[in-house]
């Protein structure tokens, strides 16, 4: 059976209609720009250059598919909310995800990386209605990054303001916060594993 460790890249996709026959099962991760997207996807692969982790927000600007065996596939979604990019490259960025999102029937569940020091902003709760029909984790990404009262804190708030498809997790891709539950999430979704968690 077919584990995150075995995904490769398979494609760069400007458009939805560019990506891989519609079937199978995926998951995808979206996230603001920086928000630790790459880091999360190389964590749960275990591959530390299968996405590409820059310190210049707004590198991703396409659908990348990464590939299991049997019509499976991780898809990194373009990052949005960096303000250095033009402003009409940014809706282009938001409207590309938003089309692969409503559109996209093999989608099993997504992923949303949120820097637990920013909290969800706009975009992220634009995403998170975007598709009540499939299960969303919510990574708070970063989270070593404040001590773990200020993290409880953080997350008993900002439950109060999730849509309840949305289950959140803090997550550091640094330390292994999270990445264990992540990753038997995201093989539960894409039918490769028996799991506890969001369903």
């Known amino acids: 059976m077919p584990t995150l460790r075995d995904a490769v890249f398979l494609l760069g996709a400007p458009r939805v209609r560019d990506l891989p026959p519609d079937i199978g099962a995926e998951v995808a991760f979206a996230g603001r720009s920086n928000a630790g997207k790459s880091s999360a996807l190389n ?3 275990g591959h530390t250059g299968l996405a590409r982790v820059s310190k210049t927000p707004g590198r991703t600007q396409q659908l990348n598919v990464f590939g299991l065996a049997d019509d499976r596939r991780l ?6 909310g960096y303000a250095r990019v033009p402003q009409a490259l940014r809706h282009t960025f938001i409207a590309l995800t938003t089309e692969y999102l409503e559109r996209r029937q093999s989608l099993k569940g997504l992923v949303l990386l949120a ?3 920013q909290g969800l902003k706009t975009e992220d709760h634009m995403l998170l209605q975007s598709r009540t029909d499939i299960p969303i984790l919510v990574l708070l990404s970063k989270a070593d990054k404040i001590n773990r009262g200020e993290r ?3 997350l008993r708030e900002m439950v109060k303001i999730a849509p309840e498809t949305a289950y959140l997790l803090p997550f550091s891709a640094h330390t292994g916060d999270g990445l264990e539950e992540t990753r038997d999430t995201v093989l539960q979704w ?3 594993a028996a799991a506890d968690g969001p369903t």
Not at 75 to 80: F, K, N, V, W
């Open 152 to 154: 409880q804190r953080t």
């Open 115 to 117: 820097d637990i020091r």
């Open 75 to 80: 898809i990194d979604l373009p990052g949005y």
């Open 43 to 45: 964590a749960l692969t």
């Open 190 to 192: 894409l039918g490769l």
